[in-house]
């Protein structure tokens, strides 16, 4: 059974950092590609970032390219997102998901249907 737990989440002002951690448990973490998707109260489920199984590939969607950083670490079978220059339309629950094919293609790393398992999501709350 996979296991995907979210960490990280909290309060921030605008222009404060978060820094998200996903930890996964009883799968091979190492060969998953991992996203990040977010969704915000009224709003629909939304691809925020990718990274490939070693890390050597990510994408962003447009809006937090520059501020969002995506990372691995699969001696700790941990993906991070740093969030920095955060602004109040970044409040969302944020969930990391697994995929557990190997070939990067962002027409399907974008897709919450191309992944296999979720964690059960984290809050983050940026105030003005």
């Known amino acids: 059974q996979v296991q995907l737990v979210e960490s990280g989440g909290g309060l921030a002002q605008a222009g404060d950092s978060l820094r998200l951690a996903c930890a996964v448990s009883?799968?091979?973490?190492?060969?998953?590609?991992m996203g990040w998707f977010r969704q915000a109260p009224g709003k629909e489920r939304e691809f925020v970032a990718a990274?490939?199984?070693?890390?050597?590939?990510?994408h962003y969607t447009e809006v937090v390219k520059g501020r969002f950083t995506i990372s691995r670490d699969n001696t700790k079978a941990t993906v991070y997102l740093q969030m920095n220059s955060l602004k109040p339309e970044d409040t969302a629950v944020y969930y990391c998901?697994?995929?557990?094919?190997?070939?990067?293609?962002?027409?399907?790393?974008?897709?919450?249907?191309?992944?296999?398992?979720w964690g059960q999501g984290t809050q983050a709350t940026v105030s003005s």
């Open positions: 990274i490939n199984w070693y890390g050597g590939a990510t």
């Open positions: 009883g799968g091979t973490f190492s060969t998953y590609t």
């Open positions: 998901a697994a995929n557990q094919q190997t070939t990067w293609y962002i027409g399907r790393v974008t897709r919450g249907s191309s992944y296999d398992f």
